[in-house]
């Protein structure tokens, strides 16, 4: 039978000298999709306060109800579940070893789950692919969360198809690669695999996830660049360190006429506070002198983006900078906020974080190659990338869709910072061309001719998962210009996309294959 931790004698003792509280606790789960649910905590009986048997730790909960800690980490952050004290009082930050949740209320919750599932299920949406309980972690498990991306699919979608639909060795295309979710799950099954996408920076990020790396060196080059930067950091703000020797006054003022004068980009100067923008082009400055250049660069975007002169909700499609030290009341943290003046809080943030994650995938990952291509899959030639004679034994992909995202101008930051060329022009559907019928028609086009170049590459009875949120119904005549069958359409609820915030909407994902008659 589960134990359950009940308080140390000592306090009980003590808590029932205490005078009981006459009124009820009431925790309302806001935001919560049961938003009706209350729950009511009687707090007017000291005994039912001290020995409730309700109030179980996370480990606990976790045992009890066959989930996670994790898990049930997860519903207390999205607000599914209140965050206790020992007594059952809601708290805001807990002590060590204080956190508790009401059993019933996540017994409760479970169950709401299991009915929306069910509903789910009677709306035709598949019951496995809505991963509803799947805490947030593990969504960006390891190398998945090394860079933000707005429009990537989580890897428990591909897992489950490239399990059921494919086994080891076998080969594996991604025509819209983006930030490499596929290849990195398929790599990680065992499945060698290759991936096209039109911008550069997005090969980058892909390259640098899937990289082989000494760990060791790695962690060192990181760890130093870091430190180096956080020195320059700290004579800029003029703060007494004697490593600051490296940085004499009269040296200091030429350094930062010197770095300042490397910053062409009116974009960068603009966005950054003058301190953050100093910092990020020290840090791209030392970069030439290490080995693993691609992974500083990544560590440094990721920054980069995080330093811009921006609200902290809006991370995503920021429309214009604030003012350096401008307040503005924010609807992530729910008081007045200040734009970020530095970069190197956001350097220090995620260099540990980004060996570490390098470090987690390197103990899954395969030996299997993972080929990125920049270029445009209408017209790519993968023979000339694959090893000779390999044909592709399937595809799982998620294309743009048809106005919805700039994916070139989703990284302008770092394009402006690293000097990538880009390619919008050739980009399929981008936001700027809009969803006109005209638009539409072009995207319609632009697909067919994807699926129709790279059906070259594909064994006849080769497999294609397209994931898309077919809202104009093109996906028919696209499959039809492409010379594909769709076999099966599967329904799928998507209730919080990485980096797309959360907004519920539903998804389709195609399952074709070639037309014999082509
Ligand atoms: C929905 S995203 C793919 C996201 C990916 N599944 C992930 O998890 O990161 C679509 C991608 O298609 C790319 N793309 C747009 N037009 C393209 C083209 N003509 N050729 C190749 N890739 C293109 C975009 O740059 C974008 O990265």
């Known amino acids: 039978m589960t ?14 000298t205490k005078p009981a509280a006459k009124s009820a606790i009431k925790v309302e789960l806001k935001k919560s999709i049961f938003s009706k649910t209350k729950l009511v905590l009687r707090e007017d009986t000291v005994a039912y306060v001290v020995n409730n048997p309700d109030l179980v ?12 800690t994790h898990n049930i980490r997860d519903y207390i952050q999205r607000g599914r579940i209140a965050k206790l004290d020992t007594e059952g009082r809601p708290i805001k930050r807990a002590e060590n070893g204080e956190l508790r949740v009401s059993l019933k209320e996540v017994q409760a919750f479970l169950y709401l789950v299991s009915q929306r599932d069910e509903k ?45 639909y494919f086994k080891k060795g076998d080969w594996i295309l991604d025509p819209f690669l983006g930030s490499g979710t596929t290849l990195v799950q398929a790599n990680e099954m065992g499945m060698p695999s290759i991936g096209v996408d039109i911008s550069e920076f997005n090969c980058h990020i892909a390259k640098v996830k899937l990289g082989r790396y000494d760990l060791a060196l790695a962690r060192k080059e990181v760890l130093e660049v870091e430190s180096r930067v956080q020195r320059f950091s700290n004579r800029l703000h003029q703060k007494d360190d004697p490593s600051l020797e490296l940085f004499p006054d009269d040296r200091i003022d030429k350094l930062k006429e010197g770095i300042l004068a490397e910053c062409k980009s009116e974009y960068l100067r603009t966005w950054f506070a ?70 190197i809080e956001k350097i220090h943030a995620y260099s540990e974080d980004t060996v ?88 319609v086009n632009d697909i067919a001719a994807v699926f129709r170049n790279v059906s070259k590459y594909l064994k006849p009875d080769g497999k294609i ?29 998507v209730t919080k996309r990485t980096e797309q915030g959360d907004n519920p909407y539903q998804e389709s994902i195609f399952y074709m294959v070639k037309n014999k008659k082509v």
Request: aromatic content about 10%.
């Open 3 to 16: 134990k359950i931790k009940y308080p140390t004698p000592g306090k009980e003792t003590k808590r029932k």
């Open 465 to 493: 998962f397209i994931v898309a949120n077919d809202r104009f119904n093109l996906y028919s005549r696209i499959a039809e210009l492409a010379g594909l069958n769709i076999k099966e359409t599967i329904l799928r609820a």
């Open 120 to 164: 789910h299920h009677h709306a035709g949406l598949h019951p496995d692919l809505g991963f509803y309980g799947l805490a947030e972690r593990e969504r960006t498990k390891h190398v998945n969360r090394l860079h933000p991306y707005l429009g990537k699919f989580i890897p428990q979608l591909v897992e489950w198809f490239l399990n059921r």
């Open 274 to 343: 003058p301190n953050a923008l100093l910092e990020m082009l020290y840090y791209r400055r030392l970069i030439p002198h290490y080995k693993y250049q691609d992974l500083l660069r990544i560590i440094l975007s990721r920054a980069v983006r995080s330093s811009r002169l921006i609200t902290h909700y809006d991370l995503a499609t920021p429309k214009a900078p604030i003012a350096v030290g401008e307040t503005y009341l924010c609807r992530k943290h729910n008081r007045l906020c200040m734009p970020i003046d530095n970069c």
């Open 356 to 443: 570490r994650r390098i470090a987690e995938f390197d103990k899954l990952r395969s030996d299997k190659p993972a080929i990125v291509v920049n270029g445009d899959s209408r017209s790519v030639q993968l023979d000339q990338h694959l090893p000779k004679g390999v044909l592709l034994d399937g595809v799982f992909t998620s294309p743009p869709y048809v106005g919805q995202i700039d994916y070139h101008d989703q990284h302008i930051y770092a394009y402006e910072l690293f000097g990538f060329p880009r390619n919008d022009a050739s980009e399929i559907g981008p936001k700027k061309s809009g969803k006109s019928k005209a638009a539409q028609e072009a995207y």
């Open 57 to 68: 730790t996370l480990e606990e909960a976790a045992r009890i109800t066959g989930k996670t």
